[in-house]
Nanobody, 123 residues
Framework: QVQLLETGGGLVQAGGSLRLSCAASGRKFEANLMAWYRQTPGKERELVASMNKSGMRIYSDSAKGRFTISRDYAQNAVYLEMNRLNPEDTGVYYC?????????????????WGLGTQVTVSS
């Protein structure tokens, strides 16, 4: 089992910055992919940014140019640096990790979620 613990959420004024952190524990090998999702009331959880094992990053349109995702592979952690925040960025941010267990016979993916951290941006 893998536990994901997010920290760094909070209340910030529009134009400000926050840095979210997510630490994974429970597995010794690094995650195939780690990501940040955001959910607001009445909406589905949506991808904000992801980063795979090779370092490839994907951002949502709203995150491009303002947010930066990074990983510490040794610590099995993922970070999200958020700049120029606006009220539309408000929501609960969830950390996600995907692990792959491969044998000769099969490849099995495992998906894990954190409990989320609230980010509120005031206008």
């Amino acid at each position: 089992q893998v536990q994901l613990l997010e920290t760094g959420g909070g209340l910030v004024q529009a134009g400000g910055s926050l840095r979210l952190s997510c630490a994974a524990s429970g597995r010794k090998f690094e995650a195939n992919l780690m990501a940040w999702y955001r959910q607001t009331p009445g909406k589905e959880r949506e991808l904000v940014a992801s980063m795979n094992k090779s370092g490839m990053r994907i951002y949502s349109d709203s995150a491009k140019g303002r947010f930066t995702i990074s990983r510490d592979y040794a610590q099995n952690a993922v970070y999200l640096e958020m700049n120029r925040l606006n009220p539309e960025d408000t929501g609960v941010y969830y950390c996600y990790a995907n692990y792959i267990h491969a044998t000769i016979e099969r490849v099995t993916p495992y998906d894990y979620w954190g409990l989320g951290t609230q980010v509120t941006v005031s206008s």
